[in-house]
């Protein structure tokens, strides 16, 4: 019997990289509508930064699931990583601009400080890691 | 030959088009720098209904007519299309986030108290979550399409299952901007 072989339609696996990247950056963003829901008040800072927390460990989850991969595309997903990571980083400088113009300080500021970084950590990761795990490459 | 009229390889992202997002976000930064009221609405009225808009006809319009395509088609529809998303759709998620926190701040819907404040917390879920789909699917289904389809031989199978599932994530997204609508018709008329 000749077996043809299965035609490759991509890696759509579940993956660690993915699942903790999305859920560090889901973290980050409940952080966010935390502190927005109390505006204009100060905001108690327990729950946020619980979840600031939380996201950070799945952040560090991620970057270590990733590094652990073997047989990667590590070149297409650097490619990609850095053009997202520039994208990111336009979304960082008008955040920013913002702050500095609304004369944003306390709490809101921590939170959205540290939101913008691991959005700038997790937005390449995620989506460069989902595009890299497609590639084949020779083991 | 219709799909393989565009053999010649171009830039993922045209570049022409940089100029324009270029523009339109410091046309953004100097209407945010004035506190300037009537523009800033025009950026987040038109760019939050391009956005919706876009998303609902990738779901609704596109998505159905896709798969009727012959491939060859179907590469050229893709090969086409993709590159501009690329571009357009951060853009006009950048402009409407922007505007529309600077909006609901001039306006005061920042600071609403409860039970209208839920409104906002509502709009900031949803855009939180689209966000999140945005991020894990649309984008990096987008990238591989196009690196797929500069490749001499691209892997049909993959890019039909990575533009069905684009289409479908866009039409959810959509429907959630939709509801998101709602939140903002509330706000407009308070």
Redesign the interface.
Known sequence: MVTSPE????D?KGSPV?WC??LA??CA??A??IV??Y??REAPLAWALGFLIVSGVLTLGAVVSLSRRRGFAWR?FFN?ARW?FL?TM??TA?GI??MV??QVKGAMLAVISVVMLLAAV??PI??A???AR?ERVAQ | MPGGAVTKQTAIVPLAGLWIVGAVLAALVAVIAGNWYSPLNFFHVVAGSLWTGIDLFMGFVIGPILPRLDPPARIALTRRLMPKMLLIMPTLVLVTLTSGWQLGRLRGFLFLPYPHHWWLVASIAIVGITAVMAYAILEPANITVLLELRKPQPNGLLISRLMRRFIYIAGINGVMLVANFVVMARFATW
């Open positions: 035609p490759y339609a991509g759509t993915a990247s999305s950056l889901a963003f409940i966010i509508g927005t829901s505006l204009p297409l990609v997202v994208v336009v979304f008008m601009y913002i113009y609304d997790n937005v995620l989506i890691f989902c595009v497609h």
